[in-house]
Each structure stands twice: as C-alpha cells, then as structure tokens.
C-alpha cells in the first residue's frame, strides 16, 4: 500500500476507554478518525461535538454499512464484543477490539472464521504488548539477564466505587478476571510461550455473581509456575515481577504504562533501572493495526494469542466455580 494511505477509523460505541484511544489514533500518522456510532442519534452527536469527531451515527449497523470506514474501534460491553467483531468483518471492517475479545473460546473461533472469510485483521486491543516497557522485559529475558525463567507474580488491582458500572452486572461480562486479572494472565503466557498445563483459582463473588476480588495459579509445562491476583476492592496495584535462576525484573505499572511506569533488574544486591523508550499507552497498538491493515502485516497480538488468553481465563472461572 502507498506510504501515504490511511486507515479511517470508527468508533463503535462511547465507552471512557475511547479517551485513551482516541487521541493515539489522531496521533498517528497513517490514521483518520471518522465517525462515531451510539445507539441513539442523540447520543453519537452529543459524543462527536465533544470529541471533534466529524461524523456521528445513530446505530452500530449503519456505521458498519458506511463504505467510508475502513476498521472499527469496539469498545462496547464485554459481552456484545464477539457478536460485534462478527458483524464488522463480515461488512468488510477491520477490527480493534477491547479486550477480552470473547468470553469463550469457540466465540474466538467463530471470530477467527469471519477473518479468514472476509480476509480482514480482527486484533484485540492489550496495549501492553506492543509498549516498549514490554519489549525490554521480552529483551532482558532473552539476553540472560536473569538466567532460566522460574516463577511470574502479577497483579491488577483498584477500587471500583460505581455501582452501576457494567463491571458489575454479569450478563455483560463483568468481573475483575475479564477486566483487570487478564492482564498478568496473558502476560505470563506471553513470556513463557505457551499455555499453563494446570491452572487452580479462587474467588471473591458478589451477590449478583461476577467476581470482586479473583486470585489464581498457573504450571506450566517444565514445572515453571505462575501466581496473580486482581480486583475491585483493593488499592491500586499494577506489577510484575518475572524471577530467574540468578535475578528478578520487576515492571511497575506495565499494563496500561504511564511516566510513572520502571522496570528494575536485580541481581543479588545490586538494583539499577533497564531503560526503555517513552511512549504513549495506546500509540503501538494503532501503529500496529495500521499495519496490518494497509500493509499486510500480521498483527502482534494474533488471534492464536487471543484464543490461549480466554481459554486460560475460562479454566481459572471453572476452577473457582468448584
């Protein structure tokens, strides 16, 4: 594709993470914000006058039937994810979605299906794995800076005060695993390789049934284990500490990074800072959409990758749940 062309992107739905979206997809120089839709008129052209946007739309359809755009941003309620990454492929949209992408696996196969047959990216949106802040920790590993991998701890949590906050009603995927507790899940995937043979979790459950507070582990094959927890009522807490036979990488705030993100290496007594390049939270996952879509390249997070992480997490549930 010409060097020059740009994605025009549509926003499906106007949900708060679309403030950090928005931005990195003006940002980007080989994308175009167009339209947003809600589902009421009403709506979508109260959102496009706040946000500058130049085209708003009264329904998810007739943004989809709009041969203008060319992918959609879906930020809609965890369960409407799958059922509306469906419909944009099949009208012939590339997709960004949030994550999770699905709440079961044969969801993700039916999305991976509608790819293939419309020959469009479908990506979920985990910004962290395309950061630079995840990169050096990928580097370090592969450089030996802690020896042989052996143990990952992570965890996700703050204190969620809004009760009506669709994280807490469960027919729209709420939960703190599907929310926060999939960010050290896929992380540790990630950087072992492969999914956990075994995983054990436990949970803390509303009266309405979705998990407040979800801790869990995970063995992988060869022995290597993994321990997180995430929730809804603890104070804010973003970490990961990736232990080796002869030292220990620990990344404050890598999942959605900010300046306050650092990533230390520790050898024995010794403690120094790895450096890594500052960029902004969302910036690599629109740069890594744009090209997929106009160039062809395969997406960083494939839909392989998606598939482990809702997996895992479904077994973690499945496990709580006895």
């Known amino acids: 594709m010409p060097a020059d062309q740009r994605l025009r992107w549509g926003v499906l739905g106007t949900a708060r993470i679309n403030r950090a979206v928005i931005p990195a997809i003006r940002e980007s120089s080989r ?38 755009i060319d992918a959609v941003y879906i930020s809609l309620p965890n369960s409407l994810h799958a059922e509306w990454t469906v419909r944009a492929l099949e009208a012939g949209k590339h997709v960004l979605c949030e994550k999770p992408l699905a709440l079961s696996v044969a969801e993700v196969d039916e999305i991976a299906r509608a ?44 204190p969620l005060t809004r009760p009506a906050d669709v994280r807490f009603d469960r027919a729209l995927g709420g939960g703190s695993l599907w929310d926060v507790g999939c ?57 990961m500490e990736i232990v080796g036979t002869t030292g220990t990488l620990r ?18 007594d010794s403690t120094e800072a790895v450096p890594f390049e500052a960029e902004g939270a969302y910036d690599g996952e629109i740069r890594d959409m744009s090209a997929a879509a106009l160039d062809g390249c395969a997406p960083r997070v494939g839909l392989a ?18």
Request: glycine letters at 8%.
């Open 183 to 239: 960010y050290p899940v896929s992380y540790a995937c990630l950087l072992v390789g492969e999914a956990p043979s075994d995983v054990i979790g436990w949970q803390e459950t509303t009266s309405s049934g979705i998990d407040l507070a979800f801790a869990g582990m995970l063995r992988f094959p060869g022995g290597l284990m993994a321990q997180f927890d995430c929730g809804f009522r603890a104070a804010f807490r973003a970490d």
């Open 115 to 158: 790819a293939r047959r419309a020959q469009r990216v479908a990506a979920e949106a985990f910004m962290y794995r395309h950061h630079p802040l995840t990169h050096a920790v990928q580097q370090a590993i592969r450089d030996g800076a802690i020896g042989e991998l052996r143990f990952i701890r992570g965890a996700f949590t703050f």
């Open 251 to 268: 990344a404050e705030r890598p999942f959605r990074t900010a300046p306050e993100s650092r990533l230390w290496l520790t050898n024995g």
């Open 305 to 322: 990758e998606s598939r482990r992480t809702v997996e895992v997490i479904t077994r973690l549930y499945a496990s709580a749940g006895t």
């Open 31 to 68: 994308s175009t914000l167009e339209a947003v839709a809600s589902r009421t008129i009403d709506r979508a052209r109260e959102y496009a006058a706040e946000w500058n946007i130049p085209l708003a739309i009264g329904s998810y359809e007739a943004l989809l039937a709009d041969p203008r």
